[in-house]
Nanobody, 114 residues
């Protein structure tokens, strides 16, 4: 049974940082590509970043040079380090895994506000 559990969200001031975690179970983690998406109120879900099993990464244009995705295969966990946060980064952040179908975590709320 595939399970993805996000954590690490919260309230942060503009310019601040947060680190999100996505703990996975029920998959062969060390070869899995894991994706981070976000969805702001009234907006479509957008891809933030992904990391392949080999560690290749890519980012959405709006977060390049501010966010860093990484993985720890020993802990079956993917991280999203978010720096220089802006109010427009406010959203629910979800991790995603796809194998024959999409699997989603429950999401973690990130709010950037002064």
């Amino acid at each position: 049974q595939v399970q993805l559990v996000e954590s690490g969200g919260g309230l942060v001031q503009p310019g601040g940082s947060l680190r999100l975690s996505c703990a996975a179970s029920g998959i062969i983690f060390n070869i899995a590509s894991i994706y981070w998406y976000r969805q702001a109120p009234g907006k479509q879900r957008e891809l933030v970043a992904f990391i392949t099993g080999r560690g290749a990464t890519d980012y959405g244009n709006s977060v390049k040079d501010r966010f860093t995705i990484s993985r720890d295969n020993a802990k079956n966990t993917v991280y999203l380090q978010m720096n220089s946060l802006k109010p427009e980064d406010t959203a629910v952040y979800y991790c995603n895994y796809n194998f024959r179908r999409d699997y989603w975590g429950q999401g973690t709320q990130v709010t950037v506000s002064s």
